[in-house]
């Protein structure tokens, strides 16, 4: 037999949690760094908001959230406008959600087909998931036409007045869907559908054809057709679309257009593993 000396030892691997990882409890949390989160990510949801503003909504004296405020600030993830007297997020915010996205393959794996989506059609291709009532662009190949739609990565639009939006809102379904219906929806222009009856009419429509139009719903001049991303369990997840001016999507190249978008998002899902629901 073998001697201890003589066995191979494995090096014991590097713990990524400490034993007992599974205890949630208030000793295993830091509280000022829960109530900094807390701070950034109402900060983030917003426009910009005074200190008066934060301490009022989250509940919190103002001396606490300054002391906050201005250590993000030094760390650059938010931001103080001193003309406005508002905050705002700040742009390593940004920078560390960018390595976020590098990390998922959601981003990765969309890139070649946006780009074969821009080229088949000659228009600029996106890529969104939901963020609380908004889309998110996290993804876009531009198109090379001087007039082109431009949602550079972190821009938020209304999920309602957004091709990708109303894409995801159709395969939504119970109180999820009903909770943002349920919210003021702000009419951008004279074909926003702001009203729930309406949209929900839209979103029927958009079940049975697998596919959503933006007519101008957002921004006069511009058009958006889109289609929803699907994961391992058939949840919508992202969407992908074509965006621009009405004088080169026009109506009548909607079906051409949407099968163009209709296919990238079917090729999305299934480079992430996901599953798409029947053709329609």
Known sequence: MDSPKDAEITPR????????WEDNSAQNTIKSLDR???????????????????ASDLQQSPATVYRILVTLEGRRMVEFDPTEQLWHVGPQSF???????????????????????????????NLGIVREASVLFVSQVETHESIRAFFPPGTLSPLHASGIGKALLAEMG??????????????????TLAEPEALRADLAAIRTRGYSIDAEEKNLGMRCIAAAVFDASGEAVAGVSVSGPTIRIREESTDETSRAVMRAARELTAAIGGVSPPER
Not at 13 to 20: D, E, L
């Open 13 to 20: 691997r590097a713990r990524g949690r400490p034993r007992g």
């Open 36 to 54: 900094a989160m807390e701070v950034l990510d109402y900060l983030s949801a917003r426009p910009g908001l005074t200190l008066s503003e934060l």
């Open 95 to 125: 920078v560390i959600g960018a390595r976020f996205l590098r990390r998922t393959s959601l981003v990765e794996r969309a890139r070649p087909i946006l780009r074969t989506l821009m080229e088949d059609t000659g228009e600029t291709a």
């Open 174 to 191: 119970g109180d999820r869907l009903e909770k943002l219906l349920a919210r003021d929806m702000e009419r951008f222009t004279e074909h």
